[in-house]
């Protein structure tokens, strides 16, 4: 599966962004669904993460309740929906998908977008 993220760019603190991920060459039912981030000088770091369905998503405690995560497996697109973005949130993101649901926190995904940057300014 190839994965294409949709262009970041850069906010202003407080405001909202909502990144896309574009499949192709597989259907992302058969996957978990995945995002990440990664600072400058930073390992990659989990973000969120939704299961085949949709029916349950997982979040990192730095984004629980201001990011969310969904999925259209119509579309064969991931979303991630940023609100309340803060400086800290300034990163690469990388969609990542990957059949393996024990994969779901760690970095360890099959499959991974080109990554955008979103650049949060205080």
């Known amino acids: 599966v190839q994965l294409q993220a949709s262009v970041g760019g850069l906010v202003q603190a407080g405001d909202s962004l909502r990144l896309s991920c574009v499949a192709s060459g597989s259907s992302i039912s058969r996957f978990i669904m995945g995002w990440f981030r990664q600072a400058p000088g930073n390992e990659r770091e989990f973000v969120a993460a939704?299961?085949?369905?949709?029916?349950?998503?997982y979040y990192a405690d730095s984004v629980k309740g201001r990011f969310t995560i969904s999925r259209d497996n119509v579309k064969n697109t991931v979303y991630l929906q940023m609100n309340s973005l803060k400086p800290e949130d300034t990163a690469v993101y990388y969609c990542a998908a990957d059949r393996r649901a024990w994969v779901m926190r760690t970095p360890t995904y099959d499959y991974w977008g080109q990554g955008t940057l979103v650049t949060v300014s205080s």
């Open positions: 939704i299961i085949r369905n949709g029916g349950s998503s």
